[in-house]
């Protein structure tokens, strides 16, 4: 059974705090994935990770890094948490681009920083 | 850059109905498409996948079509049971390899 598990379903930080949400899969997947969904936006992809310590860019980077050292691991963290990054917190991860592979989604942390 | 809407929004239907979920995107090249659902406040769950050079795939009582060249997709599900009651959302791969979703359309099966 496939799976990709985020380190916590709620976490509540103070504005200021640097957080970090972790992401494993055991599927050996080269393509990991940190989206943030919000009512009325729907999912926006923050960064995504092609290999180990390659990441790019996604629509909206800004208040955030990342991290693969390892394959199967993809940390989002957020180096000053503001209130407008209260939200819920989706990772994914996939096999090779062009391969038939399905994206697979961990069970997501709704992350509220007060 | 690439767009993907969904229509409608949200739909209600009662038990045993056969619906239909629609999906379009703005850029035909794409390797793939994914069809997923999601129940409050949880992770998404893979539904369907259909290839760039397949026309559709079905699963149960599911069923996903696919017309590259006209930018749609389409989720058929029938004789639908309160079970079914999720958001449901596409979500397509374009050759930038990240998968960009449509909004989704929150259904609800009444008994």
């Known amino acids: 059974d496939v799976k990709v598990t985020q380190s916590s379903r709620y976490l509540v930080k103070r504005t200021g705090e640097k957080v970090f949400l972790e992401c494993v899969q055991d599927m050996d997947h080269e393509n990991m994935f940190w989206y943030r969904q919000d009512p009325g936006l729907g999912l926006r992809l923050i960064y995504f990770s092609y290999d180990v310590k390659m990441k790019e860019k996604g629509d909206i980077p800004e208040g955030y890094s990342v991290s693969r050292e390892k394959k199967e691991r993809f940390s989002l963290i957020l180096e000053s948490a503001s209130t407008n990054q209260t939200s819920m917190y989706l990772c994914?991860?996939?096999?090779?681009?062009?391969?038939?592979?399905?994206?697979?989604f961990g069970q997501g942390t709704r992350l509220t920083v007060v | 850059k690439q767009e993907v809407t969904q229509i409608p929004a949200a739909l209600s239907v009662p038990e045993g109905e056969n619906l239909v979920l629609n999906c379009s995107f703005t850029d035909s090249a794409i390797y793939n498409l994914q069809w997923f659902r999601q129940d409050p406040g949880k992770g998404l769950t893979s539904l369907l996948l259909?290839?760039?050079?397949?026309r559709e795939q079905t699963s149960g009582r599911l069923n996903a079509s696919l017309d590259k060249s006209s930018g749609r997709s389409t989720l058929y599900i029938a004789a639908s049971q309160p079970g079914d009651s999720a958001t449901y959302l596409c979500a397509v791969t374009g050759t930038a390899s990240k998968l960009t979703f449509g909004t989704g359309t929150r259904l609800q099966v009444t008994l």
């Open positions: 259909i290839q760039s050079s397949q």
């Open positions: 994914a991860s996939r096999g090779p681009t062009g391969a038939v592979t399905e994206a697979f």
